[in-house]
C-alpha cells in the first residue's frame, strides 16, 4: 500500500474539493494520504524517499498561471530544479477551454515533474470545467492510476 502526497493548486476551491474526494477513494483502495493544501516546497523535497507518491491537482489561473496555493512551489520548482528520480506521479489538471491557456498550469506541471527525472505513472488527465463531470472523470482516472502504483 502506498503513501501518497496530494498537492493541491486551487484559488477558488474547486480543485480542493476534487482533491479531497480522490483522497477518501484512495484510502477506500487501502493508501494513506497526506494533503498539501498550500504545498511546501522544502518539506516535500527533504521529505522525498523511495517510495515518495506525488498525486498533483493543479488548476490553472491568470494566463495559465498556477492558481494560487501552488504558486509559489511552482516558482521554486523552476527556480531550483531539484532531482526528481525517487519520485513517482500523476497530475491531474483543471481548467476551462474558455481559455487560450487551457490546462497550462498542469501540463507545465507534468512535464517539469518528468524533465527532473521523476517517473509518470500514468498519462495527465484534463479535467474541463465547462463541458465535463470532474467527479466521474478523474475518479475514473484514479482507479488507472491506483493500478499503477
Ligand atoms: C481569472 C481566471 C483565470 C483563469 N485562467 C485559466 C487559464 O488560463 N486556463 C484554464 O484552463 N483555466 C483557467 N481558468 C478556469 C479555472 O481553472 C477553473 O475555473 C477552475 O475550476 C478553478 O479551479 P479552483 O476553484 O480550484 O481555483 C481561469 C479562471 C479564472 C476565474
Not at 78 to 101: E, F, N
Request: aromatic share 8%; charged share 20%.
Amino acid at each position: 500500500m502506498a503513501a501518497i502526497d496530494i498537492l493541491v493548486a486551487t484559488t477558488s476551491g474547486n480543485t480542493e474539493y476534487l482533491a479531497d474526494q480522490l483522497a477518501n477513494q484512495l484510502q477506500q483502495a487501502g493508501h494513506s494520504t497526506n494533503m498539501h493544501y498550500e504545498p511546501d516546497y522544502s518539506n516535500l523535497i527533504e521529505a522525498l524517499n523511495p517510495n515518495s507518491v506525488w498525486l498533483c491537482c493543479v488548476a490553472s489561473h491568470g494566463a495559465g498561471d498556477y492558481a494560487d496555493s501552488m504558486l509559489d512551489f511552482a516558482e521554486e520548482l523552476h527556480q531550483h530544479k531539484p532531482s526528481l528520480t525517487r519520485l513517482k506521479y500523476g497530475v491531474i489538471a483543471v481548467g476551462d477551454s474558455c481559455y487560450d491557456t487551457y490546462c497550462a498550469a498542469g501540463r507545465d506541471c507534468d512535464a517539469m515533474l518528468a524533465i527532473l527525472g521523476a517517473k509518470r505513472l500514468i498519462t495527465h488527465l484534463e479535467i474541463d470545467m465547462s463541458q465535463d463531470d470532474p467527479d466521474e472523470k478523474s475518479s475514473t482516472w484514479l482507479e488507472t492510476f491506483i493500478k499503477s502504483l
